[in-house]
T-cell receptor, first 117, second 114 residues
C-alpha cells in the first residue's frame, strides 16, 4: 500500500514568491491533515479536510495560506506571498473515515521542507 | 488539552529494553494515549495507542496505570535503527464531526549506542 506522498521534498524560494505544496493521501482516507514545524518549534496543526470539505482550519496562521482538496483526493497548500517565518517542514497526514476504526491514527508523509530566503 | 511531560533525551545500548515514561496529570476521561516515532527527515509514525492497562503490538508495549496520569512506552531490545524522537500525545482535540488535532510536544530523543 502506498503511503502518504508529498511533493516537493524541498523548495527554496525568495520572500514574496509563491509556493504550492502537494499531498497525496492514502487511497480511501477521507481525512487529510496539514501540520507544520517551523524552525525550532514543535509540530503544529494547520487544518483538517474530510473529503473535499474543510472540517477545521483553526491552525492556519493567516490568509497567506490557502489549502484545497478538490475532488476529495489530493490536497494542495499554497503560500502566497511567502515570508521568512514560513520556513519549516510541512507535513501532510491522512486517516480512514470516522467510524471505520483507526480514524484517530494518522499516517504522515515525509514532509515538504520550505526555505524562504 | 492534557499537557504531557517526557524526558528530553535518553541514551541506551543496543539490545537493552528502553522505557520512556510520559506524565499526563490532567488526562480527561475520554482521552486516549498515543505514541508516535519520528526519524530524521521523515514524518511522525504511529507506534501504539491505549486507554488503560497494557497494550502490546509487534513494535512496543504501552503500560498505563489505573489512574492514567502517566504511561510508559517500552521498546524491547532496541537496535541502532530505533534511534528517533518519540512523542507522547494525549487528548486529541476532537471537534464536532471528528477532527483529531494532534498536539505534539518536544518529544524524547532516544539515541541507541552500539
Amino acid at each position: 500500500e502506498a503511503g502518504v506522498t508529498q511533493f516537493p521534498s524541498h523548495s527554496v524560494i525568495e520572500k514574496g514568491q509563491t509556493v504550492t505544496l502537494r499531498c497525496d493521501p492514502i487511497s480511501g482516507h477521507d481525512n487529510l491533515y496539514w501540520y507544520r514545524r517551523v524552525m525550532g518549534k514543535e509540530i503544529k496543526f494547520l487544518l483538517h479536510f474530510v473529503k473535499e470539505s474543510k472540517q477545521d482550519e483553526s491552525g492556519m496562521p493567516n490568509n497567506r495560506f490557502l489549502a484545497e482538496r478538490t475532488g476529495g483526493t489530493y490536497s494542495t497548500l499554497k503560500v502566497q506571498p511567502a515570508e521568512l517565518e514560513d520556513s519549516g517542514v510541512y507535513f501532510c497526514a491522512s486517516s480512514p473515515p470516522s467510524g471505520s476504526g483507526g480514524a484517530n491514527v494518522l499516517t504522515f508523509g515525509a514532509g515538504s521542507r520550505l526555505t524562504v530566503l | 488539552l492534557a499537557k504531557t511531560t517526557q524526558p528530553i533525551s535518553m541514551d541506551s545500548y543496543e539490545g537493552q529494553e528502553v522505557n520512556i515514561t510520559c506524565s499526563h496529570n490532567n488526562i480527561a476521561t475520554n482521552d486516549y494515549i498515543t505514541w508516535y516515532q519520528q526519524f530524521p527527515s521523515q514524518g511522525p509514525r504511529f507506534i501504539i495507542q491505549g486507554y488503560k492497562t497494557k497494550v502490546t503490538n509487534e513494535v512496543a508495549s504501552l503500560f498505563i496505570p489505573a489512574d492514567r496520569k502517566s504511561s510508559t512506552l517500552s521498546l524491547p531490545r532496541v537496535s541502532l535503527s530505533d534511534t528517533a524522537v518519540y512523542y507522547c500525545l494525549v487528548g486529541d482535540k476532537y471537534s464536532g464531526a471528528g477532527s483529531y488535532q494532534l498536539t505534539f510536544g518536544k518529544g524524547t530523543k532516544l539515541s541507541v549506542i552500539p
